[in-house]
């Protein structure tokens, strides 16, 4: 099943508005989250006066829950679709947003909730170790929430909540590329299904929702080859976690049914996606400190494939079981393989080529540079491997019983 076309009822001039509001609004997150860190702001200049007038905070958080209501919207109004269905799937998107959120805070923040508190202070205060200090988008993007309210909870919870929606929303974006609007609602349902699990053995970082909302815009605009807005939201990924430089290469993967392979046109766009790449990474890395070794780059001495694979002799932390570093790869990335492999002449050679290639390239880096139990590091490539699964089982559904004629036309 394919179903990859352009979308009806927008017309050229629409399409080039849209694209201009996406890089419009992706240049914003990247000035307004900067600023506070750049300044060296605070980290929370006006907690004094909000918690001597009650009145007042209660004002701005009602400010900010407007605030955040709008760009809800905004979202919604980006989104070409019309009709009574795009309201009952935003709601959707709503509901499941609230609920993962709900999720992450009696599971996660009621437990950690001293650590983030004190990893948003130290990376405001320019005092946070390798690699945090170096991520500081969404401290930035905290920052302001923060300001006209002086509630942590408040504002987190609220951060939280608006990009686990816009996950739910891209999510589903990408896989309408190839499936029915039902099927690609239920790989957002798949999604929430495996949150918990992604989030069971960390300590509740901000980085998560947002870059993987990045990602997940980031591949729906390779697919349809919208490179300028797929250049400003790979710059604003590279600003949030530097793991989005991944990405640079599917413009060419997810196109691979249109582009050739020496087309001087294409491969310029992916030295420029590179090169930036390289450039922004060392931008948010130089001023602080950073040494070119393992331990400015990652606070690791080495590479972790020892300790991940828990061979002997390696650093394990005796907190989270050995055998979390082989299940959680398995569940969220090498057991959907097996299937795709097996069938993929049913499915679309950019969608097969970038699943392996996303399946591949995250698992080797998070072997390397992060812990395997860490499984929130998997959902990019979950939901594309959940979007090829789907369109497999869809065929496999669909296709007729051996000896059983055709039924007449």
Not at 93 to 121: C, E, G, M, P
Not at 293 to 299: G, I, V
Not at 352 to 371: E, K, R, V
Request: aromatic share 16%; hydrophobic share 50%; net charge positive.
């Amino acid at each position: 099943m394919n179903i990859d076309m352009p979308q009806t009822g927008a017309s050229a001039v629409d399409a080039k508005n849209r694209a201009a509001a996406c890089i419009f609004i992706c240049m914003g997150l990247i000035v307004f989250g900067s600023v506070p860190i750049v300044s060296s702001s605070l980290p929370a200049p006006t907690l004094s006066f909000f918690e001597t007038s009650p009145g007042w905070q209660m004002m701005g958080r009602l400010f900010l829950g407007l605030v955040v209501a709008g760009a809800i919207v905004l979202t919604a109004s980006l989104d070409t679709d019309r009709g009574p269905q795009k309201l009952a799937r935003y709601g959707g998107f709503i509901l499941v947003a609230a609920l993962l959120t709900d999720i992450h805070y009696h599971t996660v923040d009621v437990v950690h909730l001293h650590w983030q508190t004190d990893q948003y202070d130290r990376v405001l205060l320019h005092t946070d170790q390798a690699p945090d200090q170096y991520r500081f988008l969404p401290q930035g993007i905290l920052w302001w929430m923060i300001l006209g309210n002086g509630d942590f909870i408040f504002s987190y919870l609220l951060y939280r909540f608006f990009f686990t929606l816009l996950v739910c929303k891209f999510a589903y974006d990408l896989a309408r590329h190839f499936l029915t609007s039902s099927q690609a609602f239920i790989v957002v349902l798949l999604y929430a299904l495996f949150y918990p699990l992604s989030t069971r053995y960390y300590s509740g970082n901000l980085l998560d929702p947002m870059t993987h909302a990045a990602i997940l815009a980031a591949l729906i605009c390779c697919r349809r080859q919208q490179a300028g807005v797929a250049l400003a939201v790979f710059v604003l990924g590279m600003f949030i976690k530097e793991t989005m430089f991944l990405i640079f290469p599917c413009y060419y993967l997810m196109n691979l049914d249109t582009f050739r392979l020496r087309d001087p046109r294409r491969l310029g766009q992916l030295a420029l996606f590179g090169a930036v790449g390289i450039l922004v990474f060392f931008a948010c890395r130089i001023p602080f400190h950073f040494h070119y070794d393992f331990q400015s780059l990652n606070r690791t001495s080495g590479l972790m494939v020892y300790s991940n694979l828990g061979i002997p002799g390696a650093w394990i932390d005796s907190a989270v079981p050995v055998y979390q570093r082989i299940l959680h790869p398995i569940l969220f990335l090498f057991m959907w393989l097996p299937l795709i492999v097996w069938k993929r002449k049913w499915l679309p050679r950019p969608l097969f080529w970038t699943a392996i290639y996303l399946a591949a390239s995250f698992y080797a880096i998070n072997l390397c540079f992060g812990w395997n139990y860490e499984s929130r590091n998997f959902i990019p490539p979950l939901i594309f491997l959940l979007i090829c699964t789907l369109i497999i089982l869809t065929r496999l559904t669909e296709a007729e019983p051996p000896g059983k004629s055709q039924p007449p036309s």
